[in-house]
């Protein structure tokens, strides 16, 4: 069966560097997307993405933030400069258009510990 | 805004025991609404889903009935087994025709006892 994948599973990095977390989705998936959870809060949205764009995004999402499909197969999250308070569980989703509904389709997700 | 409120956990059970998971939600217009469940080590999959007032999502014994009286999408199942231990989220969405974000409740984590 079709799954997302997502790597790493953990990345450990320091408060101020750059990371990219990456994720494959399903291979005939149109729509993409990135959510988060800190431990013990509740998964939050973070972007979607469609048609190469960004089709809507939450306030969490600022400039330090970017998305990027660079080869048809990879849907990349940057983070520019991290903060602590960025660690967090971050989850790929993607999904397609069947009978007027979306099945988001989830990765195991990448544990970003922020130092 | 859309919010979704779940009881807290972790709930544990011994094997066959009934569940009951409750969530309520605040979202205007007619959401979408919807049980997710982690198992360990793996992503959120989509166990049920509701898209209009009175509807029953049903999967894997699970049940949910969509209460737009009382805002709730409370989740059940009869029997629990050991393999139902699991994070469980409540989620709402509004369908707007293109890509649909999720709006989760916080999870439940279920753990089931021989």
């Known amino acids: 069966e079709p799954e997302v994948t997502q790597t790493p599973s953990h990345q450990v990095t320091q408060m101020g560097q750059e990371v990219i977390l990456r994720c494959v989705p399903i291979s005939n998936h149109l729509y993409f997307y990135w959510y988060r959870q800190i431990l013990g809060q509740k998964v939050e949205f973070l972007v979607s993405?469609?048609?190469?764009?960004?089709?809507?995004k939450s306030e969490i999402f600022d400039d330090q933030f970017s998305v990027e499909r660079p080869d048809g197969s990879n849907f990349t999250l940057k983070i520019r400069s991290t903060k602590l308070e960025d660690s967090a569980m971050y989850f790929c989703?993607?999904?397609?258009?069947?009978?007027?509904?979306?099945?988001?389709?989830f990765g195991p997700g990448t544990r970003l510990t922020v130092t | 805004g859309n919010s979704v409120t779940q009881m807290e956990g972790p709930v544990t059970l011994s094997e066959e025991a009934f569940l009951t998971i409750n969530c309520t939600y605040t979202?205007?217009?007619?959401?979408?609404l919807f049980w997710y469940v982690q198992y360990p080590g793996e992503g959120l999959q989509l166990l049920l889903k509701?898209?209009?007032?009175?509807d029953k999502g049903s999967n894997k014994g699970f049940e949910a009935t969509y209460r737009k009286e009382t805002t709730s999408f409370h989740l059940e199942k009869g029997s629990v087994q050991v393999s139902d231990s699991a994070v469980y989220f409540c989620?709402?969405?509004?369908?707007?025709?293109?890509?649909?974000?999720?709006?989760f409740g916080t999870g439940t984590q279920l753990k089931v006892e021989l």
């Open positions: 509701a898209t209009k007032a009175d």
């Open positions: 989620a709402l969405t509004r369908l707007t025709g293109g890509g649909n974000k999720l709006t």
């Open positions: 979202a205007t217009g007619y959401p979408s």
């Open positions: 993405f469609y048609n190469n764009e960004i089709s809507e």
């Open positions: 989703a993607s999904s397609d258009w069947d009978r007027g509904f979306h099945e988001q389709y």
